[in-house]
């Protein structure tokens, strides 16, 4: 069955330095997608970043890359240079297949960025 | 261009009620769905469409729960009667269609209807 495990509760990181939330995945399927979303204490889920099964680059937004291991079935979100404003929820999502838009979601770490 | 637009943002009534949220996609996106967040449960998908026609409502809990698309503008999830259980964030979110380049395409949330039943 489709799985997404986010195993870090919480997780503390310095002002400007990097951060690694993990997110391992399971599934059957060849094709798949897999996202990143941030929810910040005012309540809204913003997409942050995007990884295909078949990519053959790690994704890279901005501030944000992706630390795609397929074989170990992980999909970490990095975050370079923490900000104060990183302080947040951050979900690990994954859409199975190519024929559906359906999402399950991790449970989620928060990230606390400390001055 | 506006963002997927939920109402209520807070709405606060007494067990037994119905209640009714609301969700405007984002203009051109074919799917919708309906999301319920709470802390013991995290998020769960309850429903969603395509091009207006529920595709998978697996997730609604049970039986006071129905939504309907009845336009590609417009979305609704009621619950009838509501109960305390029922309180969390509800989100709706859209996507455009896919695959090829739309599969890559995130959904976009809504800022959620904070529910509170007493």
């Known amino acids: 069955a489709q799985k997404i495990t986010q195993t870090q509760p919480g997780m503390f990181v310095q002002e400007k330095e990097a951060v690694t939330l993990d997110c391992t995945y399971d599934t059957s399927d060849q094709s798949y997608g897999l996202f990143w979303y941030k929810q910040p204490s005012s309540g809204e889920m913003i997409f942050l970043i995007y990884q295909g099964s078949y990519d053959e680059q790690n994704a890279t937004e901005g501030r944000y890359s992706l630390n795609f291991q397929k074989a170990r079935k992980s999909a970490n979100l990095v975050i370079s240079a923490s900000q104060l404003g990183d302080s947040a929820m951050y979900f690990c999502?994954?859409?199975?297949?190519?024929?559906?838009?359906?999402?399950?979601f991790g449970t989620g770490t928060r990230l606390k960025v400390l001055a | 261009d506006a963002g997927v637009i939920q109402s209520p943002r807070h709405e606060v009534t007494e067990m037994g009620q119905e209640v009714t949220l609301r969700c405007k996609p984002i203009?051109?996106?074919?799917?919708l769905f309906w999301y319920r967040q709470t802390m013991m449960r995290g998020l769960e998908l309850l429903i969603y469409?395509?091009?207006?026609?529920?595709?998978?409502d697996s997730g609604m809990p049970e039986d006071r729960f129905s939504a309907k698309m009845p336009n590609a503008s417009f979305s609704t999830l009621k619950i009838q009667p509501s109960e305390p259980r029922d309180s969390a964030v509800y989100f709706c979110?859209?996507?455009?269609?896919?695959?090829?380049?739309?599969?890559?395409?995130?959904?976009?949330f809504g800022d959620g209807t904070r529910l509170s039943i007493l």
């Open positions: 469409f395509n091009n207006n026609v529920p595709i998978d």
């Open positions: 203009s051109g996106h074919d799917y």
């Open positions: 999502a994954m859409r199975e297949g190519s024929g559906t838009y359906k999402y399950i």
């Open positions: 979110a859209s996507s455009p269609i896919g695959p090829g380049t739309g599969a890559r395409q995130p959904q976009h």
